[in-house]
Structures are given as C-alpha cells and as structure tokens.
C-alpha cells in the first residue's frame, strides 16, 4: 500500500514563505518523479510542480515559476516544496502525488498519478 502524507501548510501574510512535505512510503510506489498539484475553492486541481527521484529534474507551472522550488531527499523518501513570496492567489488545498509506473516528463496531468495524498490547506492572506 502506498502511502504519501503532507505536512507543512498553514495560514501566512502575502509576502511570506512556507514549506511543504510529503513523505511516500509503500513498496508500489514508483521512485521515477513526484508530483504537486494544488486546488483552490471552486476551481479545478491544477499542477504546481514536479520533480525526479533519481537526477532531480524539474518543471514548474508557470504561475510559480521564480517562487517555488520542489527538491527531494532520497534517504527519507520526502519531496519537498519551498514557498516563497506567496500570494492570495495561492491559497489552496496542496497535494502531492505519484505515479504507479513510469512515464513522460514532466507529468502535468492529474491521469498521470496514481496515488494522493490527504492534502495540507495553504491560506494566504492579503
């Protein structure tokens, strides 16, 4: 069984900085990429960034871009995403995600993961 659990949001000032991870654990669970992927209220999931297991390679939406920075550490199974500068319209509830078998890079869309995590809720305020 799979399973990947996110900590780290919470409730910060427009300008401000959080931290978010996801810790995967589960012997299906596909080291090639992770993905993140955020959905506000009344809007669709969208994807905010992804990341390789093994070179570190990455891919950003543009609306991040500059501001986020996805990282991973292989001993501790954990993918990482670095908030910088947040906006209001960053608020959202944030998942991290995998794949069950490998595929393309970079993995924008939903269909392309497997598994999810509970979600962490991000709120920023203006």
């Known amino acids: 069984q799979v399973q990947l659990v996110e900590s780290g949001g919470g409730l910060v000032q427009a300008g401000g900085s959080l931290r978010l991870s996801c810790a995967a654990s589960?012997?299906?669970?596909?080291?090639?990429?992770m993905g993140w992927f955020r959905q506000a209220p009344g809007k669709e999931r969208e994807f905010v960034a992804a990341?390789?297991?093994?070179?570190?390679?990455?891919h950003y939406a543009n609306s991040v871009k500059g501001r986020f920075t996805i990282s991973r550490d292989n001993a501790k199974n954990t993918v990482y995403l670095q908030m910088n500068s947040l906006k209001p319209e960053d608020t959202a509830v944030y998942y991290c995600?995998?794949?069950?078998?490998?595929?393309?890079?970079?993995?924008?869309?939903?269909?392309?993961?497997?598994?999810w995590g509970q979600g962490t809720q991000v709120t920023v305020s203006s």
């Open positions: 995600a995998a794949p069950r078998d490998y595929g393309p890079f970079p993995p924008l869309s939903q269909a392309e993961y497997s598994y």
């Open positions: 990341i390789t297991w093994i070179v570190g390679r990455t």
């Open positions: 589960g012997r299906t669970f596909s080291k090639y990429y």
